[in-house]
Every structure is written in structure tokens, then in C-alpha cells.
């Protein structure tokens, strides 16, 4: 009963040692070989900013309350990816978003108002988002009863 006891005590250990074949090792190296190579190949296809010239997008807000009941005009000139544009609108806030633009544009907002509360803050503000990151404030100007606000800025970063 001891020498039993004995022969499957000594080969359960070398059962569980042969469970692994030469194959299996060379395969699980294989699949570690690829996925190293698949992050490779995504590392070079994912392009990093500072790699790559970037795209920019351009938010573009304008806030001018009127001064009464009677809603009055806000004419608002801004840069687009076409050039430089003009709208008119009857409504206190407005926003856009253009592009794409390269580093190195010249942004420009410009809003007039026509009739704007004297007793309201009025604002344009530039955003720029460069490679679809969070839009960041870049120019802006505030101004209580302001009917003629203006703010540039370059893409520069």
C-alpha cells in the first residue's frame, strides 16, 4: 500500500509538470510577439502632437442683450476655414464652430450691437480645440453695456 502511495505521489508532480508542451510555450510566445508588434503598429499609427502639425477647430461665442423689448440686430464678422465672414442675427447669445485651420491662422471676432442694455455684460470669446482636445479660451473681451467688441488671435501653439 506504501509503495502505491509512493508511485502516485512521485507521479502526480511529474503529470502536472509534462501538462505543458514545447508547442504550448512556443505559441504563447508567438501570441506575446504579436501583441508586442499590434502595439508597435498602433504606436506608430497613433501619431503623437508634437509629431504632427495639428488640427485646429475655432469656437466662436458673442453674448449682447438688447436694451428693450424690441429685439435689435448684433452683426457678428469672424474668421472661418473659408475666410472672413459676416452674419446678422436678431438673438442675444450666438456661437460657432469653424475650421479646420492650421497653426499659424489669424482669428478674428468682431460683434456689434445695435440697442444693447446698457446694464448687461456683453462678451465675445475665441476658443481653439487642437486634435479634437477640450476647447481652451484663447481671446476675450467683456464689457458692461459693450455695442462694439473686438478680440484677434493667432494659433500658435
Known amino acids: 500500500m506504501k509503495h502505491h502511495l509512493i508511485i502516485i505521489l512521485t507521479t502526480i508532480p511529474f503529470i502536472l509538470l509534462s501538462g505543458c508542451s514545447k508547442e504550448d510555450d512556443l505559441s504563447n510566445n508567438e501570441n506575446s510577439t504579436s501583441s508586442n508588434t499590434s502595439k508597435e503598429e498602433e504606436k506608430d499609427n497613433n501619431t503623437t502632437p508634437e509629431n504632427e502639425e495639428g488640427i485646429y477647430y475655432v469656437k466662436y461665442e458673442v453674448y449682447m442683450r438688447d436694451a428693450g423689448s424690441v429685439p435689435y440686430t448684433r452683426d457678428i464678422k469672424f474668421t472661418s476655414e473659408k475666410g472672413e465672414q459676416t452674419i446678422t442675427t436678431y438673438n442675444d447669445s450666438w456661437t460657432g464652430i469653424y475650421g479646420p485651420f492650421k497653426k499659424g ?24 480645440s487642437r486634435n479634437n482636445e477640450p476647447f481652451s479660451v484663447k481671446a476675450e473681451e467683456r464689457e458692461k453695456g459693450g455695442d462694439l467688441l473686438s478680440v484677434n488671435y493667432t494659433i500658435n501653439y
Open 105 to 128: 491662422a489669424k482669428l478674428s471676432l468682431t460683434a456689434k450691437g445695435n440697442l444693447v442694455a446698457n446694464t448687461a455684460e456683453s462678451y465675445i470669446i475665441i476658443s481653439v
